[in-house]
């Protein structure tokens, strides 16, 4: 089901690899990250082309109506709306959405580069949109894999929809901005990933509505339906 207000903030700053087949050998320095490990804030994060590197590839692909926005990404910078923060904002240069691959493939690979476990990326993109990235929620204005909401980050759409690759990258920089405690600071987000997960649907920090979304992320996380999926293990 599509959260109804995923990335939708409704306050001004903020909030919002292992697949089902063979990992290959990684590339030495990032291949930590690569095989699924939430990098703590502070760490030095891997660049885009070494995690596309080390994360390998595989053929499975579970949403084949992906193909298109999989292979699309934005000819160059994405000018969408500020995250504020001068330290946010140096992370959100690093946003690019400069892969091309499966659907798991680019969960892996954003994954790798902002150091997050990929498996509670899988989770919250199942809760989100099921991995559709022609999902749309919230009357229209959400899109793709991780529900970018256009109306509150403008400047995100139609990459936002066109680009699988661009809506996980972006999504999760801005979840590292808060894992780092550059936004929501005075909540002590600095480390905490399922806070900053609940945030990126309700735009509150650890309120009731993000709370239960942070649940309904366990859940799938806990049951990995992916796996289920065809050609998934």
């Known amino acids: 089901m599509l959260a109804r207000c995923a990335l939708g903030l409704v306050i001004g700053l ?20 690569a095989r699924a ?6 760490a030095a994060l ?42 946010a904002e140096v992370l959100r ?11 798991d493939e680019i969960i892996r690979w954003a ?19 099921a991995w559709h990235q022609s999902a749309r929620g919230d009357g229209g204005a959400s899109h793709g894999l991780l529900q970018i909401k256009s109306t509150v ?8 929809a066109a680009s699988t690759a661009f809506n996980v990258d972006w999504s999760l920089g801005l979840r590292r901005a808060c894992f780092e ?9 600095r480390g905490d990933l399922w806070g900053c997960v609940g945030a990126h649907y309700s735009g509150q920090w650890r309120d009731p ?9 366990r859940g799938h996380l806990a049951r990995r339906e992916w796996r289920e999926w065809p050609g998934g293990v």
Not at 14 to 31: D, H, K, S, W
Not at 93 to 103: D, I, K, Y
Not at 181 to 189: A, C, I, T, W
Not at 209 to 217: D, G, H, K, P, Q
């Open 14 to 33: 903020m909030l919002a690899c292992q697949p089902g087949g063979v990992v290959r050998e990684p590339v030495p320095a990032v291949a930590a990250v």
């Open 37 to 42: 490990v939430d990098e703590p804030p502070g």
């Open 46 to 87: 891997p660049a885009g082309d070494d995690c596309a590197r080390a994360i390998g590839r595989d053929p499975w692909e579970p949403r084949p109506d992906n193909r298109v926005p999989n292979h699309h990404v934005p000819p160059g910078p994405v000018d969408s709306r500020s995250w504020a923060e001068p330290r």
């Open 93 to 103: 240069s690093r946003v690019t959405g400069r892969f091309t691959g499966t659907t």
């Open 111 to 129: 994954s790798c580069k902002w150091g997050f476990d990929p498996d509670v990326t899988r989770a919250q993109a199942v809760q989100e949109s």
């Open 153 to 160: 980050w403008t400047g995100t759409f139609p990459w936002s």
């Open 181 to 189: 405690g550059y936004l929501f600071g005075e909540h002590g987000s």
């Open 209 to 217: 509505s993000a709370l239960a979304y942070i649940a309904e992320v």
